[in-house]
Nanobody, 127 residues
Framework: QVQLVESGGGLVQAGDSLSLSCTAS????????VGWFRQAPGNEREFAAA????????FYADSAKGRFTISRDNAKNTVYLQMNSLKPEDTGNYYC????????????????????WGQGTRVTVSS
């Protein structure tokens, strides 16, 4: 099991950028694939981006393509989500999740694939 803590959320205006961080502790983070999910008020949690344990493979939801960039620094046990050109519909709680895997380049977009979750960080984008 790995403990995850998200940070970097806040209140921004449409068109602004935010960089979220997900820092892990408890296990060797380099054996975990990681994903970012978000949940808008009144909506179900949805996939945003994912990265393989070695960082070579990334995958984005259509809504995130071209605007969000996921990356990781295993030496710092941290995964990042750079969000540019933010829109009001990006508002919500952002969660990172991790799954221990032996597959170096596999990414996971289904929330059921993940075992460990952070508490979330709030992102609010005003129009």
């Amino acid at each position: 099991q790995v403990q995850l803590v998200e940070s970097g959320g806040g209140l921004v205006q449409a068109g602004d950028s935010l960089s979220l961080s997900c820092t892990a502790s408890g296990r060797t983070f380099s054996t975990y694939a990681v994903g970012w999910f978000r949940q808008a008020p009144g909506n179900e949690r949805e996939f945003a981006a994912a990265i393989s344990l070695n960082g070579d493979t990334v995958f984005y939801a259509d809504s995130a393509k071209g605007r969000f960039t996921i990356s990781r620094d295993n030496a710092k046990n941290t995964v990042y989500l750079q969000m540019n050109s933010l829109k009001p519909e990006d508002t919500g709680n952002y969660y990172c999740a991790a799954v221990n895997t032996r597959y170096y380049t596999r990414v996971y977009s289904n929330s059921n694939d993940y075992d460990d979750w952070g508490q979330g960080t709030r992102v609010t984008v005003s129009s």
